[in-house]
């Protein structure tokens, strides 16, 4: 059974830096990893989605890295600002398609003034 | 477009009774499913659609209903509410897109979440 992690669960920073989310799984075999970002009470958006051959995806200050053979996923905020603050979920899907997904638990991040 | 709408969204239940939670989407997407988010537990798949007419258990699908008659409606159905069902619901849409990779073709699945439902069972 796939299983999805994210460390660490909670992260603060001050306003600018960059900084890391971690995410990995335990079965190798995904088809694709997507990156979100949930507000307080809101719905999930789509960050960053990496289809398996692929290394990376970039969207503005955002960067998505994937070692699928390590089954580890990181993405990458540089100069963090507050309106960056939400939990940020990861999840994976299986071989097959994508109508299935299987998320972590999710990192909330606060970034300070 | 609207993207994916979900309606209602907060309800009350008592304990037994019966609601549907409707889901639209008007993307022309394939596929849909639904999650439910709980504290500590993240988001789970309950059931999912690859296609009109065609509908499949994801990893929770115990108390739960839907079926798929037109591509832009997936409709999830609480037979008999319990207090175990108290969560927030997502319904989700994708599609398949192609294009290049190092390796050829290839294809993504980006999946487009509604707003949810926040459903409380007493």
């Known amino acids: 059974k796939q299983e999805v992690t994210q460390i660490p669960a909670a992260l603060s920073v001050p306003e600018g830096e960059n900084l890391v989310l971690n995410c990995s799984f335990t079965?190798?075999?995904?088809?694709?990893l997507q990156w979100f970002r949930q507000d307080p009470g809101k719905g999930l958006t789509s960050l960053l989605l990496i289809q398996s051959s692929q290394r990376e995806q970039t969207s503005g200050r955002l960067n998505a890295s994937l070692d699928k053979s390590s089954g580890r996923s990181t993405l990458y905020i540089a100069a963090s600002q507050p309106g960056d603050s939400a939990t940020y979920l990861c999840?994976?899907?299986?071989?097959?398609?994508?109508?299935?997904?299987?998320f972590g638990k999710g990192t909330k991040l606060t970034v300070n003034p | 477009n609207a993207g994916v709408t979900q309606t209602p969204k907060f309800q009350v239940l008592k304990t037994g009774q019966s609601m549907t939670l409707q889901c639209a989407q008007d993307?022309?997407?394939?596929?849909m499913s639904w999650y439910r988010q709980d504290p500590g537990m993240g988001l789970r798949l309950i059931h999912y659609?690859?296609?009109?007419?065609?509908?499949d258990q994801g990893e929770v699908p115990n108390g739960y209903n839907v079926s798929r008659s037109t591509t832009e409606d997936f409709p999830l159905r609480l037979l008999s509410a319990a207090p175990s069902q108290t969560s927030v619901y997502f319904c989700a849409s994708s599609y398949r897109a192609t294009g290049k990779g190092l390796a050829g073709e290839i294809s993504l699945y980006e999946q487009y979440f509604g707003p949810g439902t926040r459903l409380t069972v007493t």
């Open positions: 993307m022309n997407h394939e596929y």
């Open positions: 079965d190798s075999a995904i088809y694709n």
């Open positions: 659609s690859v296609g009109a007419g065609i509908t």
């Open positions: 999840a994976v899907s299986t071989q097959g398609g994508s109508e299935k997904l299987v």
